[in-house]
């Protein structure tokens, strides 16, 4: 399945509003940001550098593979949801992003309602992508 990766792509107010609050993350070598299945604890941003996001099925065929372009935001859904992740994401060596704990996130979340509204944005789009994609499917 083909997910269109400008679907988690912020726009530039969002990054830097959620940047000031977040903890810079460089990767010296390939690192796993989070694994499809865990409870999410956060939110990673890209800055720069190539991340890969997949899906597996239960039986752990691989279902589809994104990368993430800068300004990409890893986790929404998770966080917004208090869920688990539903997808893997690797950075590969080099990579540049950020981590915004969950606790971090909604306190914006309650206090920045124009935050709030970019967020859900991208959650949107997000939807509207998995739903294209799944209809040419």
């Given at each position: 399945?083909?997910?269109?990766?400008?679907?988690?792509?912020?726009?530039?107010?969002?990054?830097?509003?959620?940047?000031?609050?977040?903890?810079?993350?460089?990767?010296?070598?390939?690192?796993?940001?989070?694994?499809?299945?865990?409870?999410?604890?956060?939110?990673?941003?890209?800055?720069?550098?190539?991340?890969?996001?997949?899906?597996?099925?239960?039986?752990g065929e691989l279902l589809m593979s994104i990368t993430a372009a800068p300004n990409s935001l890893l986790g929404l859904p998770g966080i917004v949801g208090n869920k688990a992740y539903t997808l893997s994401a690797l950075a590969f060596k080099g990579a540049e992003l950020s981590y915004l704990e969950r606790e971090e996130f909604a306190g914006l979340m309650l206090t920045e309602p124009p935050i709030s509204v970019m967020i859900l944005r991208v959650l949107a789009a997000e939807v509207r992508s998995a739903r294209e994609a799944i209809s040419k499917y």
């Open positions: 399945m083909k997910l269109d990766s400008s679907a988690f792509i912020a726009d530039q107010e969002l990054v830097e509003a959620l940047k000031k609050r977040s903890t810079p993350v460089h990767c010296e070598e390939d690192c796993v940001l989070f694994t499809q299945g865990e409870p999410s604890g956060g939110l990673y941003i890209v800055h720069a550098g190539r991340v890969m996001m997949t899906m597996r099925s239960s039986t």
